[in-house]
């Protein structure tokens, strides 16, 4: 096995046969496994999400899409949701499923674009167009954020397929300081920005609750256990 190969290994979940509730797709972006690992990951499983998945921007998309059509045949809901190089990941992810017929309750990116279209693989891709099958998408960027976030407004906005699609573009001004890895950072509780709280974190985490069977906890609020820093 190589060392790609090696670093993109899936972080999967223990297994719950019981559970029936929405399978999760969490991709993350160069060199950021262990801020996912830390960030996203524990929250939404620490939030009852049984059965949440954490994948490589280099993991293939047929390998993902395979996983995922498993749970979709089982009758679940799929959510998608990818960060920085795992954000484009995400989008061809989702293409992928719309070829096989298979839909996707929710696709959610946050801060793919910017510099890291100049990423081999990425060139010529447009991440912002929303595939037909995705029922929900949430796309987070910040104008301070050059890793993630395109110079023209326009570039940085998901833009929907067909008319019963919800998209939802939550921009964040460059005045408000958030980061690349603000975006996504769910701990310590002192360092979340309070607009990435309401506006990312408790976004997705409502949209997921709301899906069938999601058995998802109610949304944190401040000083909530749930954002109890994780261990591991």
């Not at 298979?102 to 696709?107: P, S, T």
């Amino acid at each position: 096995m190589s060392l790609v190969q090696r670093l993109q290994v899936p972080d999967r979940p223990q297994k719950n046969s019981r559970y029936s509730g929405p399978r999760v797709a969490v991709i993350y972006g160069f060199m950021a496994r262990r801020l996912m690992q830390r960030n996203l990951l524990h929250y939404l499983r620490s939030k009852g999400l049984s059965d949440v998945t954490m994948y490589g921007h280099l993991h293939s998309v047929d390998s993902i899409s395979d996983d995922l059509q498993t749970s979709f045949s089982e009758g679940r809901s799929l959510v998608i949701l990818g960060y920085s190089q795992g954000g484009f990941q995400a989008v061809k992810v989702a293409r992928e499923l719309e070829q096989r017929g298979v839909d996707v309750a929710l696709l959610v990116s946050i801060a793919a674009g910017g510099l890291g279209r100049v990423f081999p693989g990425r060139w010529g891709f447009e991440p912002r167009t929303v595939p037909t099958n995705v029922d929900v998408c949430l796309n987070f960027f910040s104008k301070g954020d050059l890793l993630g976030c395109d110079r023209r407004h326009q570039m940085n906005e998901a833009v929907g397929s067909r008319a019963s699609q919800r998209v939802e573009n939550h921009m964040f001004h460059a005045h408000e300081g958030i980061s690349h890895i603000d975006l996504v950072r769910c701990y310590p509780e002192k360092e979340i920005k309070p607009a990435v709280r309401t506006h990312v974190i408790e976004r997705i985490m409502t949209e997921i609750s709301g899906l069938e069977g999601s058995g998802a906890q109610p949304v944190a609020q401040a000083d909530s256990p749930a954002f109890s820093q994780p261990t591991a």
